[in-house]
C-alpha cells in the first residue's frame, strides 16, 4: 500500500469506525426491541428534551455547582498544602503516612460518615465530600512537582540572593506547573464520578439524582440521556482543561521538545 | 493525551549535603500515626464532635477487633476482594493484548481512537443503574463495573508503553532479520513493562473502588453492604469500624501495587534518567 | 579581593566519609584572572559552591574583601555549566536576565537599561523576547553570562560554562569572557578542565590535586593581552606553560585513590 493510500485509509477509518459502531447501535437495538436498550434516536431525542434546555436548569446546573467548587476548593487547598510539604522533608515525613491513607480509601466508603460529621444533606455537605478526595491528586502532584525542581535552578537563584518566597514564587511553583495541571486533570474526572456518587446517596436535584430516579422509575430513555450526558460533561471538562493547559503551558512543550532534540 | 503519572516519576532527592541518622525517619513516621490515633480519640472523648457522631478511636478499634473475630467480617472482606481481584484480572487480560495490537498499529489506533476517546471518560459508577437493571444486582453486575473501570486506564498505559519503545532496539532487531513476533516479545514488551506496571497500580485502585461502590450501592456482599446496612440501621460504631477495614484494604492493595511498579520500574532507562 | 583559606569540605560520617576538599588555599586579586584546573571528581565544583556562599565548608573559610562568606554575597554572580537548567524555560531571555535585578534597589528604567546593556554586551538583542530555549546551547549560555552581568557583581564565578558548548562556540565565549572583562572590569574565579582553555584565559591558574583536594601549584600566565585564539596559541610561551600545567594534571589523574584518610592537622 503506498504511503498515500495508507493515510487515506487511516482518516476514513477514523471516520467510519464510529459511525458504524452507532449506526451499529441504533439498528441491534431495533431490531432486538429490548427494554433496556432504547435506540440510538430515541436516546439522542429525550437528550435533547431533557438536557436542553428544560432540565439543565434545575439538575445540571446544581451539578456543575458542586464539581465547580469541589473541584476549586480541591485545587487551592491542595497547591497551598502541596507546597510547604513539598519544599520540607520533615513535613513530608510527618504527612506522607497520612495521605498515603486517606487517599487509598474507596471514596463511597465515607459517603455515610460525611453526612454523619457534618450534619447536613445540603450542598456544603456534597462538596466537602468531593472537595475531600479531589484534592490528592492535587497535592500528591504539587508535591512532587515542588521537589522535582531542578537543583541548579535552585542554586542560581540562591546564588543571586533572591529571597525564599519569591523562589517559590517565581522558580518552584512555575517550574511544577506542568505537574500540578496533571494532577488538577485527575482531579477534574474524580470531582465528576464523586459529584455524582454524592448525589445519589443524598440529593433531590442534580444529574446523578435523575438518574437515579429514572432508574428506580424504569425510564430507561431518561436514564440513557443521563449516563450519555455525565460522560459528555467528564468529556468536555476535560477537553476544555486541555486547551487551557495547552495555552498556559506552551512554553513546556517547546522545552521538551528543544530538549529532546 | 497526556498519562503525566506522577506518581510513577522517581524522586529526584534535592542536593542534600547533610546525613541523617536512619532511626528518625520511622520514629516520625510512628509519632505521626500516634498523634493522629491520640487526636481522634481526645476529639471524640471530649464531645468536640458528639461521640454518637464519631465513635472514639478506641472504640471503633475495638469493635472491628471484635468483628474480626466473625467468620461474617471476613466473608464480607472476601467477597470485596474477590471482586477487586476478578475485576483487575479480567482487565489485565483483556486491556494488555489489545493494548499491545493498538500499540503496535498505527492504523488501528487511529480507527478506534474516536471510541475509545468517548467511552474513557465515561465514570464506570454512572453505570450501576443500568447494570441494576439488565445484568441485576448480582455480582455478575460488581464484576463487569471493576472490570470496566480498571480496563481503561490499563489499555492507556499499555498503548503508551508499547509506543515508546526504543525505535533504535526495533530497527536493529528488524535489520538482523528477527520475527515480528518475537520481536514484540523480546523487545516490545520488556520495554512497555514499567508502563503496564503503573497502569496496573491505577487500575487496581480503580477495581477496589468500584467493587466496593457496587456492593454499596446493590447491597451485593460485601464491605460495601455493611457500610450501607451499618447505617440505614443507625449502627455507627461498627459503620466507622467497617469503614476503616475498608481504609485499611485499600492501602493494603495499594502498597502492593505500588511495591510491584517499582520492582517493575526499577531496571527501567527512564528511571536512570535523573539529570541530564 | 577573594581570600580562600584552609577550606575543606567533607560529606558522610564514619565509615562513609569523604573527603572532597582537603586544605585549599589562594587568592585572587581585584581584576584578575583566575583559572583552576584540576583531574576529575577533585571538587572543582564542590570548591566554586563554597566560595559562592551555597555551601558551608567543613573547615576553613572564605574572606570576600574580608568579609566572610556564610550566604551568597552581593557582590557575586554565578554562571553554572547547565545553561539549560539555569535558565527559566516558561519566559522570556529579557525576564530571565531580569529575575536578579528584581531585589535590587533600582528604578525600573534603570533595571530595563541593565537588561538591555547586557544582552548588548554578549550580542543577543535581537532575541530578547525569545524564549531561552529556542536558542542554541552557546546563546543560552551567553544569556546566563548576561544574566550575571546585569546585576553587576565585582566577582564572577563561572563552573565548566562552555563544557557542554562545541568546540567552535567554546572559542566564542572564551573571547566574549575576556572582552566582558575588560569592559566592565570585574574580577574572574574560572573553574575548568580544559588545559588550553584555561592558559589562554587566565592571570594564573591554580592546579589542584586529586581528592582528597589541595592546592598543587599555582602557575602564573604572563603571557601579555588582548590574546587570541590563534596567535596566542601559537607562541612558545603558551606551549610551555600548558604543557607544564597539563603534565601536573596528568600527574594527579593517573592515581586517584578513593577514601583516603587525611592525616590529623
Not at chain 2, 34 to 39: G, K, M, V, Y
Not at chain 3, 218 to 230: K, T
Request: with cysteine; net charge neutral; aromatic share 8%.
Amino acid at each position: 500500500m503506498t504511503p498515500r493510500a495508507y493515510r487515506v485509509a487511516k482518516v476514513g477509518a477514523e471516520v467510519t469506525v464510529p459511525l458504524a459502531i452507532l449506526a451499529g447501535w441504533q439498528l441491534w437495538t431495533a431490531h432486538a426491541g429490548s427494554q433496556y436498550f432504547p435506540t440510538l434516536w430515541t436516546i439522542l431525542k429525550e437528550f435533547r428534551e431533557m438536557w436542553l434546555f428544560s432540565q439543565f436548569g434545575e439538575h445540571v446546573v446544581p451539578s456543575l455547582e458542586r464539581i465547580g467548587l469541589g473541584f476549586g476548593i480541591a485545587v487551592v487547598v491542595g497547591i497551598a498544602l502541596g507546597i510547604p510539604i513539598g519544599l520540607s522533608r520533615w513535613a513530608r515525613l510527618w504527612t506522607m503516612p497520612h495521605i498515603e491513607f486517606w487517599r487509598a480509601v474507596p471514596p463511597p466508603a465515607l459517603l455515610p460518615i460525611s453526612i454523619i460529621l457534618l450534619h447536613s444533606i445540603e450542598n456544603r455537605q456534597k462538596v466537602a465530600f468531593i472537595s475531600f478526595f479531589c484534592v490528592f491528586p492535587v497535592l500528591l502532584n504539587t508535591i512532587d512537582g515542588v521537589r522535582g525542581a531542578d537543583p541548579t535552578l535552585v542554586d542560581t537563584a540562591r546564588s543571586f540572593r533572591i529571597p525564599r518566597r519569591e523562589r517559590i514564587w517565581r522558580l518552584v511553583l512555575p517550574a511544577a506547573a506542568p505537574q500540578i495541571a496533571a494532577g488538577m486533570r485527575n482531579s477534574l474526572s474524580l470531582a465528576v464520578i464523586t459529584m455524582v456518587l454524592a448525589e445519589w446517596w443524598s440529593s433531590t436535584r442534580g444529574v446523578g439524582y435523575v438518574l437515579l430516579i429514572s432508574k428506580n422509575t424504569f425510564q430507561m430513555a431518561p436514564m440513557w440521556a443521563a449516563i450519555v450526558l455525565i460522560g459528555l460533561l467528564g468529556y468536555l471538562l476535560n477537553v476544555l482543561f486541555l486547551l487551557a493547559e495547552r495555552r498556559l503551558l506552551a512554553w513546556h512543550r517547546g522545552w521538551r521538545a528543544a530538549e529532546g532534540a | 493525551m497526556e498519562a503525566a503519572e506522577s506518581e510513577a516519576r522517581l524522586e529526584r532527592a534535592p542536593a542534600a549535603e547533610r546525613r541523617r541518622i536512619p532511626l528518625v525517619e520511622p520514629l516520625i513516621f510512628v509519632l505521626s500515626i500516634a498523634s493522629a490515633l491520640a487526636l481522634w480519640e481526645l476529639v471524640s472523648r471530649t464531645g468536640l464532635i458528639a461521640e454518637r457522631d464519631l465513635p472514639a478511636m478506641s472504640t471503633t478499634v475495638e469493635k472491628l477487633w471484635s468483628l474480626a473475630k466473625t467468620e461474617d467480617f471476613w466473608g464480607a472482606v472476601g467477597h470485596t476482594v474477590r471482586g477487586w481481584a476478578v475485576g483487575l484480572g479480567l482487565a489485565t487480560a483483556l486491556a494488555v493484548p489489545i493494548g499491545i495490537a493498538l500499540g503496535s498499529s498505527d492504523f488501528l489506533a487511529s480507527a478506534l481512537r474516536v471510541p475509545i476517546e468517548f467511552l474513557r471518560p465515561i465514570p464506570s459508577a454512572a453505570l450501576i443503574p443500568l447494570l441494576f437493571l439488565t445484568l441485576g444486582t448480582n455480582v455478575k453486575s460488581e464484576i463487569f463495573l471493576a472490570t470496566f473501570g480498571a480496563f481503561w486506564p490499563l489499555l492507556i498505559q499499555t498503548m503508551y508503553g508499547v509506543r515508546d519503545v526504543d525505535p533504535v532496539a526495533v530497527d536493529t532487531a528488524r535489520s538482523f532479520g528477527v520475527p515480528r513476533f518475537e520481536r514484540l516479545y523480546r523487545i516490545t514488551l520488556p520495554s512497555a513493562v514499567p508502563y503496564i506496571a503503573t497502569g496496573m497500580r491505577i487500575s487496581s485502585s480503580v477495581s477496589l473502588i468500584l467493587a466496593f461502590t457496587a456492593e454499596l450501592f446493590m447491597g451485593l456482599p460485601g464491605l460495601g453492604q455493611k457500610v450501607g446496612f451499618t447505617e440505614l440501621n443507625g449502627l455507627y460504631e461498627e459503620l466507622y469500624a467497617y469503614a476503616l477495614a475498608v481504609g485499611l484494604l485499600g492501602l493494603a492493595i495499594h502498597l502492593l501495587s505500588t511495591a510491584a511498579e517499582r520492582r517493575a520500574l526499577r531496571w527501567h532507562p527512564s528511571q536512570r534518567l535523573g539529570t541530564t | 579581593m577573594l581570600e580562600i583559606r584552609h577550606l575543606a569540605k567533607t560529606y558522610g560520617s564514619g565509615d562513609k566519609v569523604t573527603h572532597a576538599i582537603a586544605d585549599v588555599s589562594f587568592t585572587v586579586e581585584d581584576g584578575e584572572f583566575v583559572c583552576v584546573v584540576g583531574p576529575s571528581g577533585c571538587g572543582k565544583t564542590t570548591l566554586l559552591k563554597c566560595v559562592a556562599g551555597l555551601l558551608r565548608p567543613t573547615r576553613g573559610e572564605i574572606l570576600l574583601r574580608g568579609k566572610r562568606v556564610t550566604e551568597p554575597p552581593e557582590e557575586l554572580a554565578l554562571v553554572f555549566q547547565e545553561y539549560g537548567r539555569s535558565l527559566m524555560p516558561w519566559t522570556s531571555v529579557r525576564n530571565n536576565v531580569l529575575l536578579p535585578l528584581r531585589h535590587k534597589k533600582l528604578s525600573r528604567l534603570e533595571r530595563s537599561r541593565l537588561v538591555e546593556d547586557s544582552l548588548a554586551s554578549v550580542d543577543l538583542t535581537r532575541f530578547i523576547d525569545h524564549y531561552p530555549w529556542q536558542l542554541s546551547g552557546g546563546m543560552q549560555q551567553r544569556v546566563a553570562i548576561a544574566r550575571a552581568l546585569a546585576y553587576q557583581p565585582s566577582i564572577l564565578l563561572m563552573d565548566e560554562p562552555f563544557a557542554s558548548v562545541d568546540a567552535q562556540t567554546r572559542g566564542d565565549l572564551e573571547d566574549l569572557v575576556l572582552q566582558v572583562r575588560d569592559e566592565y572590569g570585574i574580577t574572574i574565579l574560572f573553574v575548568t578542565h580544559d588545559i588550553d582553555e584555561s592558559v589562554y584565559l587566565a592571570d594564573r591558574v591554580v592546579v589542584l590535586t586529586h581528592a582528597p583536594t589541595e592546592v598543587k601549584e599555582v602557575v602564573p600566565v604572563d603571557i601579555e593581552r588582548p590574546r587570541d585564539q590563534i596567535a596566542t596559541k601559537e607562541l612558545a610561551e603558551f606551549a610551555h606553560l600548558r604543557g607544564h600545567v597539563a603534565r601536573l594534571v596528568r600527574r594527579e589523574q593517573v592515581a586517584t585513590p578513593e577514601g583516603v584518610e587525611i592525616p590529623a592537622p
